[in-house]
């Protein structure tokens, strides 16, 4: 449930655990998603800003990315906008290949592996 994750990262967050309350954070905008609670993607975007702006480093980053997250996806609620499609738009994901000789992913369009060199056969 929304709320249940959600009172869990607001009591993570009052006791100093930011890192707990992040995580608590993005299952409980993923379970608001879910179930079109638009007012508790609201309330998790608050909470991750007011993180990012107390906190530091790589957990300010992924606060703000919580953040970001939840105000992007306030357009889908309840339209049934997969959750994956914010996250494309956030991350700019690429499509990648998995490497024959060291199975990294790495882009599609790459024709040497940075990980092990291996160098991909002209097509």
Not at 65 to 72: A, T, V
Not at 90 to 118: L, N, Q, W
Request: charge should be positive; include cysteine; glycine fraction near 10%.
């Amino acid at each position: 449930m929304p709320a249940d994750y959600l009172a869990r990262a607001h009591s993570q967050w009052g006791d100093g655990n930011a890192k707990g309350a992040i995580g608590s954070g993005w299952d409980a905008a993923n379970d608001a998603m879910v179930a079109g609670d638009r007012a508790a993607v609201e309330d998790v975007a608050r909470l991750a800003a007011d993180i990012a702006t107390a906190t530091d480093g790589k957990l300010s980053e992924e606060a703000a990315r919580l953040s970001s997250y939840c105000r992007l996806s306030l357009d889908g609620v309840g339209t049934g906008v997969q959750a994956s499609s914010v996250v494309g738009r956030m991350f700019g994901r690429r499509k990648t290949k998995k490497c024959p000789d060291c199975a990294e992913k790495i882009s599609v369009e790459a024709k040497v592996c940075p990980h092990c060199r291996y160098r991909f056969p002209v097509q």
